[in-house]
């Protein structure tokens, strides 16, 4: 699963990495960040998706949740 962040500042880098510690520490979702030329870029690994799936499909609208493989 790969998540998209735009970020246009330095410090909103670090919010980013941010983000990627909570989810690894906090969650023990594996994640890993990589920056491309579009912006960065958290890739989920697939071993993980099923932690994250239960967190985040109630905020999915009902035609995005194919998205999750719901």
Request: proline residues 3%.
């Amino acid at each position: 699963m790969k998540v998209y962040i735009l970020v246009f500042t330095l410090s909103q880098n670090k919010i980013v990495d941010l983000l990627v510690s909570a989810l690894t520490n906090k969650f023990n979702i594996s994640c890993s960040l990589h920056n491309t030329d579009k912006g960065s870029r958290i890739y989920i690994n697939k071993s993980s998706t099923n932690i994250l799936r239960p967190l985040i499909v109630e905020h999915f609208v009902p035609s995005m949740k194919y998205k999750l493989g719901i």
